[in-house]
């Protein structure tokens, strides 16, 4: 009864290795802090150094934890972002203060807050990539055989994923 039970739970883990390792393969969608631990906040936090060592890609989301008694974000383009202007911005992401932005495009994105802070700092330029395949990447650094190379990773990927459950199925005895 003990070994039955400690093999299903090896299977469920298992299971669940194999997702998790199957998004980071493939690439899930990360969620970035802008600012850190700091925020979208007035001085305290230089968002170009941030930006710097931010990898961001397509799909991934930005979030922005902030006190909207005072700030708040709003899109623009590069123009208005070299020169804090905040009229006739593109987009209002500002909600409830953690608010939250999904990068749909690969370029860059420009955010700063009105008020007159992104005189301050208080602005941020994200640049977001397309997201490339890491192992793949290594291989073969041209981008046009991304795609299909890709898929065929991917293909290789759920087989071996197969086999493990599979064997592990095998184990328990299930089948
Ligand atoms: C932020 O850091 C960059 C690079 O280190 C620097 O050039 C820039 O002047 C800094 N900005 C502020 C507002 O301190
Ligand atoms: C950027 O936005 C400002 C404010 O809406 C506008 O005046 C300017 O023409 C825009 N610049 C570009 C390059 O789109
Ligand atoms: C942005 O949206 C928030 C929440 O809907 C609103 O309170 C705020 O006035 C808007 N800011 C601008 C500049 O439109």
Known sequence: MENWRGARLMVVASVVAIGWLSLVVMGSPVLHK????????????????????EHVYVGDWLIFKFDRRYFNVLEVNKTSYENCIDRDFIKNITRGGRDVVQMTEARTYYYLSDGGYC???????????EYQDPALAMVAPAPSP???G????????????NVVLFVNLMVVGIL
């Open 34 to 53: 802008v600012g850190g631990s700091k925020g979208w906040i007035n001085h305290d936090v230089n968002y170009t150094e941030w930006a710097a060592q």
């Open 119 to 129: 005189f301050h700092g208080m602005k941020v330029a994200v640049q977001v990539q």
């Open 146 to 148: 991304v795609v299909s």
């Open 150 to 161: 890709s898929s065929v990773f991917t293909c290789i990927w759920i087989i071996v994923a």
